[in-house]
T-cell receptor
Framework: DVKVTQSSRYLVKRTGEKVFLECVQD?????MFWYRQDPGLGLRLIYF???????EKGDIPEGYSVSREKKERFSLILESASTNQTSMYLC????????????FGSGTRLTVV | GENVEQHPSTLSVQEGDSAVIKCTYS??????FPWYKQELGKGPQLIID?????GEKKDQRIAVTLNKTAKHFSLHITETQPEDSAVYFC????????????FGKGTMLLVSP
């Protein structure tokens, strides 16, 4: 069964910490995405990548960065965590090109205290 | 950019009834419209999608319709069951190089036995 695996289901971090969220897919997909999910706001795109070492900003990139050193791995980095980054973070992957559905991971619920 | 509106935000039905969720989109260049189901504690899962060259698509108890002129598309679930209870998201994307999915804010469907 194809999978997108997010390394942590729950994380609690302190304000100002540097936080790494890891995502790995085993489907040889070219595209990978990081979304943030908040009640009443739906899914908002933070960053995406169409190839190794390539990244593009989504709708809400402020306060975040990403790294894609290998095709199967896409990391989201919170440079200095703040309480307003408390949220559910979802990683997804898809085949190259438009009009392909995404496969999502189970999410990481991050709490910044 | 694309904007996707989804209604209703919550929907309660009795088991066996039908449920309809509606979405509108703003960019006439969009031509791919997937629907995702998110169960509690899980990531969204693709359940059905439709492309702009098709007006309707069915898969067992679920169907999606698309009206490109009016720029709206709908998810129809017949003979609802308690296991259909979840949050449903619609999305849209364009058929262009690095197009990404834009999601609606979601509909919480509750099916009562």
């Amino acid at each position: 069964d194809v999978k997108v695996t997010q390394s942590s289901r729950y994380l609690v971090k302190r304000t100002g910490e540097k936080v790494f969220l890891e995502c790995v897919q085993d489907m040889d997909h070219e595209n990978m995405f990081w979304y943030r999910q908040d009640p009443g706001l739906g899914l908002r795109l933070i960053y995406f990548s169409y190839d190794v070492k390539m990244k593009e900003k989504g709708d809400i990139p402020e306060g975040y960065s990403v790294s894609r050193e290998k095709k199967e791995r896409f990391s989201l980095i919170l440079e200095s965590a703040s309480t307003n980054q408390t949220s559910m973070y979802l990683c997804a992957s898809s085949l190259s090109g438009p009009n392909y559905g995404y496969t999502f991971g189970s999410g990481t619920r991050l709490t910044v205290v | 950019g694309e904007n996707v509106e989804q209604h209703p935000s919550t929907l309660s039905v009795q088991e066996g009834d039908s449920a309809v969720i509606k979405c509108t989109y703003s960019d006439s260049a969009s031509n791919y419209f997937p629907w995702y189901k998110q169960e509690l504690g899980k990531g969204p899962q693709l359940i059905i999608d439709i492309r702009s060259n098709v007006g309707e698509k069915k898969d067992q108890r679920i169907a999606v319709t698309l009206n490109k002129t009016a720029k709206h598309f709908s998810l129809h679930i017949t003979e609802t069951q308690p296991e259909d209870s979840a949050v449903y998201f619609c999305a849209a994307s364009m058929n262009s190089g690095y197009s990404t999915l834009t999601f609606g804010k979601g509909t919480m469907l509750l099916v009562s036995p």
